[in-house]
């Protein structure tokens, strides 16, 4: 078995390209062009080490801002940090209100109980969660697409996403309602 070498984490195909027009310019001697260039952090060779430093640099800083980005995006609720007092006034209340969702889509599984095909809802606002049964909803599609529906995610036909959002949605009116 051969091992393949693999090139660094800095030498993505433009940067390549960028050296080798670099090399091919100059000719692998001064990178401005000069004739005899006596200032030898222009050579080909110095240059191009300064230039890959400044390449590993720009690229550890921008794994530290996708990092603080992430970070920031998995510890915060989603929630506006705006002052409690004097955001609101009835209005602009409602009209936020009807503007955000009634719940949202957690997951699709089956029953171990009944094996019936049932979707988890978290309600809006609210940890409580509603374990939604779908019934004979998903018999209309067959059995390899109900299982790749159900184990990795897959979209369903449009009809069918229909009639489970209208399940849903009048499980999350009845719970609400009482």
Same mark, same amino acid.
């Given at each position: 078995? +051969?091992?393949?070498?693999?090139? #660094?984490?800095?030498?993505?195909?433009?940067?390549?390209?960028? *050296?080798?027009?670099?090399?091919?310019?100059?000719?692998?001697?001064?990178?401005?062009?000069?004739?005899?260039?006596?200032?030898?952090?222009?050579?080909?060779?110095?240059? +191009?080490?300064?230039?890959?430093?400044?390449?590993?640099?720009?690229?550890? %800083?921008?794994?530290?801002?996708?990092?603080?980005?992430?970070?920031?995006?998995?510890?915060?609720?989603? @929630?506006?940090?705006? !002052?409690?007092?004097?955001?609101?006034?009835?209005?602009?209340?409602?009209?936020?209100?009807?503007?955000? !969702?009634?719940?949202?889509? %957690?997951?699709?599984?089956?029953?171990?109980?009944?094996? +019936? #095909?049932? =979707?988890?809802?978290?309600?809006?606002?609210? $940890?409580? &969660?509603?374990? =939604?049964?779908?019934?004979?909803?998903?018999?209309? =599609?067959?059995?390899?697409?109900?299982?790749?529906?159900?184990?990795?995610?897959?979209?369903? #036909?449009?009809?069918?996403?229909?009639?489970?959002?209208?399940?849903? *949605? @009048?499980?999350? &009116?009845? $719970? *609400?309602?009482?």
């Amino acid at each position: 078995m +051969t091992k393949t070498k693999s090139l #660094p984490k800095w030498a993505n195909p433009d940067r390549r390209n960028t *050296l080798v027009q670099l090399f091919l310019s100059s000719g692998g001697f001064c990178v401005f062009g000069h004739k005899k260039c006596l200032v030898s952090e222009h050579h080909y060779y110095l240059y +191009t080490e300064f230039l890959v430093r400044d390449w590993k640099q720009s690229d550890r %800083e921008q794994t530290q801002a996708d990092w603080e980005a992430e970070r920031k995006a998995m510890h915060s609720l989603g @929630e506006q940090s705006y !002052p409690v007092f004097g955001r609101f006034n009835a209005i602009s209340k409602d009209i936020f209100a009807s503007n955000q !969702p009634l719940y949202y889509l %957690e997951g699709q599984s089956v029953s171990g109980l009944t094996l +019936t #095909p049932f =979707v988890k809802v978290r309600i809006a606002s609210s $940890y409580m &969660r509603l374990y =939604v049964d779908l019934g004979e909803a998903l018999r209309q =599609v067959s059995k390899s697409k109900r299982r790749k529906a159900i184990r990795y995610g897959k979209p369903l #036909p449009q009809n069918i996403q229909v009639i489970i959002r209208s399940m849903i *949605l @009048e499980a999350v &009116r009845d $719970y *609400l309602a009482h």
